[in-house]
């Protein structure tokens, strides 16, 4: 199975940071990795698929680069509503995998 | 507009078997790849099973043989059938569906809690 890690598991920021949360793959992907938003009590949320491209109504600060087995989720300027858990996901092959998540937190 | 709704959780016994329902609105499960995920109290976020066109089905290592996935198109359902319940299932469960297999999850159920009690 493919294993998905990221990094940092909890990070400290402010409104207007830049943020970047940083995942990587046991083996290559290509470029099938997405990036989810999880609130408490909450369902994910698509973010970003194909590593880089924005779904539909996502904020523009959001934005996803990589391909192989390194990949980058940045926002921009944090926004209040940021504050969340972030998961990223590899779907390249027949067992879908999740990283183990970064908590966006308030400094 | 589409939307997924689980229902089935509850409080179940070691052992046991519980059956979770996915009800699918706005889109015919018959032409998506449908999905389980769950997450575990404080927990990321687990992929289970998948099934898709032909009643193809994958499933992780941890359910594999335990847990099945199941569709009716006629009622625009899919079910999570879970044998052999042990405390590490438990977890809120989530459907939600990909348009095709290499394509992501972007509709997702508020979820189901299931509790397995020893």
């Known amino acids: 199975d493919i294993q998905m890690t990221q990094s940092p598991s909890t990070l400290s920021a402010s409104v207007g940071d830049r943020v970047t949360i940083t995942c990587r793959a046991s083996?290559?992907?290509?470029?099938?990795l997405a990036w989810y938003q999880q609130k408490p009590g909450k369902a994910p949320k698509l973010l970003i698929y194909?590593?880089?491209t924005l779904e539909s109504g996502v904020p523009s600060r959001f934005s996803g680069s990589g391909s192989g087995t390194e990949f980058i989720l940045t926002i921009s300027s944090l926004q209040a509503e940021d504050f969340a858990t972030y998961y990223c996901?590899?779907?390249?092959?027949?067992?879908?995998?999740f990283g183990q998540g970064t908590k966006v937190e308030i400094k | 507009e589409v939307q997924l709704v689980e229902s089935g959780g509850g409080l179940i016994q070691r052992g046991g078997s519980l059956r979770l329902s996915c009800a699918a609105s706005?889109?015919?499960?018959?032409?998506?790849?449908m999905t389980w995920v769950r997450q575990a109290p404080g927990k990321g976020l687990e992929w289970l099973s998948f099934?898709?066109?032909?009643?193809?089905?994958y499933y992780a290592d941890s359910v594999k043989g335990r847990f099945t996935i199941s569709r009716d198109n006629s009622e625009n359902m899919v079910y999570l059938q879970m044998n052999s319940l042990r405390a590490e299932d438990t977890a809120v469960y989530y459907c939600?569906?990909?348009?095709?297999?290499?394509?992501?999850?972007?509709?997702w159920g508020q979820g189901t809690l299931v509790t397995v009690s020893s």
């Open positions: 939600a569906r990909s348009v095709d297999l290499l394509s992501p999850f972007d509709y």
């Open positions: 194909e590593a880089s």
């Open positions: 083996q290559t992907i290509s470029r099938w």
């Open positions: 099934i898709y066109t032909g009643a193809n089905t």
């Open positions: 706005g889109f015919a499960v018959s032409t998506k790849y």
């Open positions: 996901q590899q779907y390249n092959n027949y067992s879908w995998t």
